[in-house]
């Protein structure tokens, strides 16, 4: 069965880093692109971006460029979300999700989600 | 970028009774989209894609209409386990895959 796993919650100071990891199980890790999806603390979701896991190509949404990196290793079937100079607003629950693929080849939404991961920012 | 905007903000319905949920889009998205829901600290689960399509193991009381700029997610007789966070997406344009803002569906 499809299986996204991620790391533990995280506590760091503002202006540390953390990498958050996404590791899938169950299917081909590289058929699938995983995109990224943050909501802080009794918000909504925004979706920050995708990665291709055949190429390794991301795309970031806007406000999700220059501190956020996402990254793969395929060997591992692991994604990963790397954020530096961590602000408090950046505290929140960081999701992985699978981009859907339905049976006629069309795109079908986020199909798995990982169970996420808090990461919270506090001096 | 499109914006998606859902209503109402929360919705209060008894248990086996109909809800009717909304989600607008700011452009036409096509079928290119889908409903989600989210229980308290659990990651959301997709519900519909398409419009209309049912997921994997989503129950027939959920279905899914429309097109273009206006959706509907309309649940048939709620069962306590549906009381939760709905939120639509599109996935026509992007990126950004854009999200609406949910609509908290409690029991009345």
Same mark, same amino acid.
């Given at each position: 069965?499809?299986?996204?796993?991620?790391?533990?919650?995280?506590?760091?100071?503002?202006?540390?880093?953390?990498?958050?990891?996404?590791?899938?199980?169950?299917?081909?890790?590289?058929?699938?692109?995983?995109?990224?999806?943050?909501?802080?603390?009794?918000?909504?979701?925004?979706?920050?971006?995708?990665?291709?896991?055949?190429?390794?190509?991301?795309?970031?949404?806007?406000?999700?460029?220059?501190?956020?990196?996402?990254?793969?290793?395929?060997?591992?079937?692991?994604?990963?979300?790397?954020?530096?100079?961590?602000?408090?607003?950046?505290?929140?629950?960081?999701?992985?999700?699978?981009?859907?693929?339905?049976?006629?080849?069309?795109?079908?939404?986020?199909?798995?989600?990982?169970?996420?991961?808090?990461?919270?920012?506090?001096? | 970028?499109?914006?998606?905007?859902?209503?109402?903000?929360?919705?209060?319905?008894?248990?086996?009774?109909?809800?009717?949920?909304?989600?607008?889009?700011?452009?036409?998205?096509?079928?290119?989209?889908?409903?989600?829901?989210?229980?308290?600290?659990?990651?959301?689960?997709?519900?519909?894609?398409?419009?209309?399509?049912?997921?994997?193991?989503?129950?027939?009381? *959920?279905?899914?209409?429309?097109?273009?700029?206006?959706?509907?997610?309309?649940?048939?007789?709620?069962?306590?386990?549906?009381?939760?966070?709905?939120?639509?997406?599109?996935?026509?344009?992007?990126?950004?895959?854009? *999200?609406?803002?949910?609509?908290?569906?409690?029991?009345?």
């Amino acid at each position: 069965q499809v299986q996204l796993v991620q790391s533990g919650s995280e506590l760091k100071k503002p202006g540390a880093s953390v990498k958050v990891s996404c590791k899938a199980s169950g299917y081909t890790f590289t058929s699938y692109a995983m995109n990224w999806v943050r909501q802080a603390p009794g918000q909504g979701l925004e979706w920050m971006g995708w990665i291709n896991t055949n190429t390794g190509n991301p795309t970031y949404a806007q406000g999700f460029t220059g501190r956020f990196v996402f990254s793969l290793d395929t060997s591992v079937s692991t994604a990963y979300l790397q954020i530096s100079s961590l602000k408090a607003e950046d505290t929140a629950v960081y999701y992985c999700a699978r981009d859907g693929v339905a049976a006629a080849g069309t795109i079908m939404g986020f199909d798995y989600w990982g169970q996420g991961t808090l990461v919270t920012v506090s001096s | 970028e499109i914006v998606m905007t859902q209503s109402p903000a929360t919705l209060s319905v008894s248990p086996g009774e109909r809800a009717t949920l909304s989600c607008r889009a700011s452009q036409s998205v096509s079928s290119n989209l889908a409903w989600y829901q989210q229980k308290p600290g659990q990651a959301p689960r997709l519900l519909i894609y398409g419009a209309s399509t049912r997921a994997t193991g989503i129950p027939a009381r *959920f279905s899914g209409s429309g097109s273009g700029t206006e959706f509907t997610l309309t649940i048939s007789s709620l069962q306590s386990e549906d009381f939760a966070v709905y939120y639509c997406q599109q996935y026509n344009n992007w990126p950004p895959n854009t *999200f609406g803002q949910g609509t908290k569906l409690e029991i009345k």
